[in-house]
């Protein structure tokens, strides 16, 4: 019944298997891959038919976490997996970036490939084994894909790069890249790096590029045996001669058009000109070939302008860094906050401080976990000038955000030298190339400014490439269109000392070695010129925090103390913020937080906890009140929740015939420690104490 192809492979010291035919078999095409003990099943499917009008190629990716894979129930009150999480659409993302342009480029059918974790060995993450799905699935599927394409996760210990490394070699690892490519070359990269140098990164890149090989080779070997015949291609419209003459009239209008270097200006002109030509061709022209030719001219213009003259459309040469603003304290009741503006980019960046309750708990594929920091990016329609619907956020913010995180993350200061759990929020306020990096150059700004201790201050630059056979310009600090009408888009974030987050995406099948040196020696200069200027607002982390952030004070009790501090149903731990204001957190391990707006609650809530977990010392004379009197004595409560029993015999030197003739409910009393029963109970003493003025009568007596 089934024509089951597998292929396997050793790699990185785990067996990869490739396998088709049994499962998804009406998909175009269908691979189960397994690497060690994770099973990722991955399709492909296009539609057979290009819908008419379309300019662009409509490509879906999703990647889909099944928590059956891990052997676990969904949370939540309907139990069954929900919109994508942050790491679906990250990894959605993932393996769009590197697929999407080897595609043909007449190709305009819908096409979906989907990535289904089936299994989770809790070792092997399942992106690398989705995005090496996706490549074998498009690769025999028939789909006019110029691939395969290879992946891989490369660690750094220190000394040597490791291969896909595992969750725990994770934790020991400084670097987290992720390289996927071709035979030729590399088409992306994404990674978060702990300050690592330029010859380091670039390193893992080229060592990932070289294990990715053994990998794309297995690929092929299935496709020999298991792939359906290849769709013919779309022809050459036939009108396409005829468009051309009509269109090459307006080149010099587009000529003049790019030479306007404010973007505004720019873009009426363009708009202008485009709506030009469609009157041009009057009723009912082919406005997909229409678009794409009038792409073709403008891109040739701004392309050939780069590389002919090493100008670029609003002036500058190719290293240039355009002017920056950056400013602090922007809006004055927020904890932090920054201002930082590039260019025609601008970022508003806010800072804000929380408590243990603020941290976002995350429940993964790999189980439930808690982040102290948050970073959320937002790109409002007016932030480009047009008019847009508002709603949660995209696939494009998602992704753009958790750049910015993995560009400040390894900064931050640890949870014991920072109790705080953070939020950024980053509100683009005007776009024209690299908002992304505006927010990690703002989320710094805004960092310090809050006075969140961290390490060193963090830039972030993006580079572009415009190649044409073997000559190349690369560009610092790219503009909207240059992005646009360029072959790539390189993001590279750090300090004066290291990278911290490198992201590369390419619009060609791939780029040499060559020119990533280049793009990383040409960032690290644009990246510590953006420092500079940054640091001209704040240089270093404020030593105080505002006075609307919260006050954290830690403290450290003994682990049998929790039960107390917490008290019967939580009642006592209410008690204590309800009447002092503060929040108040406890860990398991024995750490207290305590969260207050102002020193008096603070230390309020401190010393309500202290009196909870302190212990009767011998010998040692408190303050208390009387709350329970009995024939043979009365209980006084004397240290926060601890009560001693004062025995008759010691209310007073002289014969007591009756508790209350000494003393009644809600007196307050002087007492001494003078000893424990075998229960612990403490026993205390009125008598050996001098009601008046507090003094030990005994040690008086003595002297």
Same mark, same amino acid.
């Given at each position: 019944?089934?024509?089951?192809?597998?292929?396997?492979?050793?790699?990185?010291?785990k067996l990869l298997t490739f396998?088709?035919?049994?499962?998804?078999?009406?998909?175009?095409?269908?691979?189960?891959?397994?690497?060690?003990?994770?099973?990722?099943?991955?399709?492909?499917?296009?539609?057979?038919?290009?819908?008419?009008?379309?300019?662009?190629?409509?490509?879906?990716?999703?990647?889909?976490?099944?928590?059956?894979?891990?052997?676990?129930?969904?949370?939540?009150?309907?139990?069954?997996?929900?919109?994508?999480?942050?790491?679906?659409?990250?990894?959605?993302?993932?393996?769009?970036?590197?697929?999407? &342009?080897?595609?043909?480029?007449?190709?305009?059918?819908?096409?979906?490939? %989907?990535?289904?974790?089936?299994?989770?060995?809790?070792?092997? #993450?399942?992106?690398?084994?989705?995005?090496?799905?996706?490549?074998?699935?498009?690769?025999?599927?028939?789909?006019?894909?110029?691939?395969?394409?290879?992946? !891989?996760?490369?660690?750094?210990?220190?000394?040597?790069? %490791?291969?896909?490394?595992?969750?725990?070699?994770?934790?020991?690892?400084?670097?987290?890249?992720?390289?996927?490519?071709?035979?030729?070359?590399?088409?992306?990269?994404?990674?978060?790096?702990?300050?690592?140098?330029?010859?380091?990164?670039?390193?893992?890149?080229?060592?990932?590029?070289?294990?990715?090989?053994?990998?794309?080779?297995?690929? %092929?070997?299935?496709?020999?045996?298991?792939?359906?015949?290849?769709?013919?291609?779309?022809?050459? &419209?036939?009108?396409?001669?005829?468009?051309?003459?009509?269109?090459?009239?307006?080149?010099?209008?587009?000529?003049?058009?790019?030479?306007?270097?404010?973007?505004?200006?720019?873009?009426?002109?363009?708009?202008?000109?485009?709506?030009?030509?469609?009157?041009?061709?009057?009723?009912?022209?082919?406005?997909?070939?229409?678009?794409?030719?009038?792409?073709?001219?403008?891109?040739?213009?701004?392309?050939?302008?780069?590389?002919?003259?090493?100008?670029?459309?609003?002036?500058?040469?190719?290293?240039?860094?355009?002017?920056?603003?950056?400013?602090?304290?922007?809006?004055?009741?927020?904890?932090?906050?920054?201002?930082?503006?590039?260019?025609?980019?601008?970022?508003?960046?806010?800072?804000?401080?929380?408590?243990?309750?603020? =941290?976002?708990?995350?429940?993964?594929?790999?189980?439930?976990?808690?982040?102290?920091?948050?970073?959320?990016?937002?790109?409002?329609?007016?932030?480009?000038?047009? @008019?847009?619907?508002?709603?949660?956020?995209?696939?494009?913010e998602v992704g753009h955000g958790?750049?910015?995180?993995?560009?400040?993350?390894?900064?931050l200061p640890s949870g014991d030298?920072?109790?705080?759990?953070?939020?950024?929020?980053?509100?683009?306020?005007?776009?024209?190339?690299?908002?992304?990096?505006?927010?990690? !150059?703002?989320?710094?700004?805004?960092?310090?400014?809050?006075?969140?201790?961290?390490?060193? &201050?963090?830039?972030?630059?993006?580079?572009?490439?415009?190649?044409?056979?073997?000559?190349?310009?690369?560009?610092?600090?790219?503009?909207?269109?240059?992005?646009?009408?360029?072959?790539?888009?390189?993001?590279? @974030?750090?300090?004066?000392?290291?990278?911290?987050?490198?992201?590369?995406?390419?619009?060609?099948?791939?780029?040499?070695?060559?020119?990533?040196?280049?793009?990383? =020696?040409?960032?690290?200069?644009?990246?510590?010129?953006?420092?500079?200027?940054?640091?001209?607002?704040?240089?270093?982390?404020?030593?105080?925090?505002?006075?609307?952030?919260?006050?954290?004070?830690?403290?450290?009790?003994?682990?049998?103390?929790?039960?107390?501090?917490?008290?019967?149903?939580?009642?006592?731990?209410?008690?204590? !913020?309800?009447?002092?204001?503060?929040?108040?957190?406890?860990?398991?391990?024995?750490?207290?937080?305590?969260?207050?707006? #102002?020193?008096?609650?603070?230390?309020?809530?401190?010393?309500?906890?202290?009196?909870?977990? @302190?212990?009767?010392?011998?010998?040692?004379?408190?303050?208390?009140?009387?709350?329970?009197?009995?024939?043979?004595?009365?209980?006084?409560?004397?240290?926060?929740?601890?009560?001693?029993?004062?025995?008759?015999?010691?209310?007073?030197?002289?014969?007591?015939?009756?508790?209350?003739?000494?003393?009644?409910?809600?007196?307050?009393?002087?007492?001494?420690?003078?000893?424990?029963?075998?229960?612990?109970?403490?026993?205390?003493?009125?008598?050996?104490?001098?009601?008046?003025?507090?003094?030990?009568?005994?040690?008086?007596?003595?002297?």
């Amino acid at each position: 019944m089934f024509e089951v192809y597998r292929k396997e492979v050793k790699w990185g010291g785990k067996l990869l298997t490739f396998e088709t035919g049994k499962i998804a078999r009406q998909a175009d095409g269908a691979v189960m891959v397994t690497y060690g003990g994770t099973t990722v099943l991955c399709t492909a499917v296009g539609a057979s038919t290009a819908k008419p009008g379309i300019d662009f190629f409509p490509l879906t990716v999703n990647y889909q976490e099944k928590t059956f894979a891990a052997g676990r129930i969904p949370g939540g009150f309907f139990k069954r997996e929900g919109r994508p999480s942050e790491k679906e659409t990250l990894v959605s993302r993932l393996i769009d970036r590197p697929i999407r &342009p080897l595609f043909h480029k007449n190709y305009k059918n819908e096409t979906q490939v %989907i990535a289904t974790v089936l299994a989770h060995d809790m070792e092997n #993450d399942p992106d690398i084994v989705a995005i090496l799905g996706a490549s074998a699935a498009l690769t025999i599927s028939g789909l006019p894909f110029m691939g395969p394409i290879g992946a !891989c996760r490369v660690g750094w210990d220190g000394n040597n790069y %490791i291969l896909n490394p595992t969750t725990v070699q994770m934790k020991e690892s400084s670097l987290d890249l992720v390289v996927a490519g071709t035979t030729d070359g590399v088409l992306m990269v994404e990674s978060e790096a702990s300050e690592l140098s330029e010859e380091i990164m670039l390193g893992a890149v080229d060592y990932g590029h070289s294990e990715i090989e053994h990998v794309i080779k297995a690929i %092929i070997d299935l496709a020999e045996v298991a792939a359906k015949e290849p769709r013919p291609l779309p022809d050459e &419209p036939k009108e396409k001669d005829d468009y051309l003459k009509i269109i090459k009239p307006f080149r010099k209008k587009f000529e003049k058009a790019y030479k306007e270097i404010d973007k505004s200006n720019r873009s009426k002109m363009l708009s202008n000109i485009r709506n030009e030509i469609v009157l041009e061709f009057g009723d009912s022209p082919n406005s997909t070939l229409l678009s794409s030719l009038t792409k073709d001219i403008e891109a040739d213009i701004v392309r050939g302008n780069i590389l002919k003259t090493k100008k670029r459309i609003d002036g500058r040469d190719t290293k240039t860094v355009r002017s920056i603003v950056a400013e602090v304290g922007t809006l004055p009741r927020a904890h932090g906050s920054a201002l930082f503006t590039r260019g025609e980019t601008q970022a508003l960046v806010v800072a804000t401080l929380g408590t243990g309750q603020d =941290e976002q708990i995350i429940d993964a594929l790999e189980g439930e976990y808690r982040s102290k920091f948050m970073l959320h990016y937002n790109f409002p329609p007016y932030s480009v000038g047009e @008019a847009g619907r508002i709603g949660s956020p995209g696939r494009r913010e998602v992704g753009h955000g958790k750049l910015a995180w993995r560009a400040v993350n390894p900064l931050l200061p640890s949870g014991d030298d920072f109790p705080y759990t953070v939020r950024i929020v980053s509100e683009v306020t005007e776009s024209n190339g690299s908002s992304s990096m505006a927010t990690v !150059c703002g989320t710094s700004l805004a960092l310090m400014d809050a006075g969140v201790p961290i390490k060193k &201050p963090v830039a972030g630059i993006a580079m572009g490439l415009i190649k044409e056979k073997k000559e190349f310009s690369v560009l610092s600090d790219i503009l909207g269109d240059e992005d646009h009408l360029g072959d790539m888009d390189f993001k590279v @974030a750090g300090t004066e000392d290291g990278i911290t987050s490198l992201q590369m995406d390419i619009k060609i099948t791939s780029i040499t070695k060559e020119i990533m040196e280049i793009a990383l =020696e040409q960032a690290k200069e644009g990246r510590i010129h953006i420092l500079n200027e940054m640091s001209k607002a704040i240089g270093s982390s404020r030593e105080v925090l505002a006075d609307s952030a919260p006050k954290i004070t830690t403290m450290k009790v003994k682990l049998e103390k929790i039960r107390d501090i917490i008290g019967p149903g939580g009642k006592m731990i209410r008690e204590i !913020c309800e009447t002092t204001g503060a929040k108040v957190d406890i860990e398991d391990d024995g750490t207290i937080k305590i969260a207050a707006s #102002d020193t008096e609650s603070s230390e309020a809530a401190q010393k309500r906890i202290s009196d909870i977990v @302190a212990e009767a010392e011998l010998g040692v004379i408190y303050t208390g009140k009387v709350v329970k009197t009995v024939d043979f004595g009365a209980f006084v409560n004397f240290l926060g929740t601890k009560d001693g029993l004062v025995h008759i015999s010691e209310l007073q030197n002289a014969r007591t015939e009756k508790t209350t003739d000494i003393c009644k409910e809600g007196d307050e009393v002087k007492v001494k420690v003078i000893g424990f029963d075998d229960r612990g109970k403490v026993k205390l003493s009125m008598k050996r104490v001098d009601q008046h003025t507090g003094e030990d009568i005994e040690n008086k007596k003595e002297d």
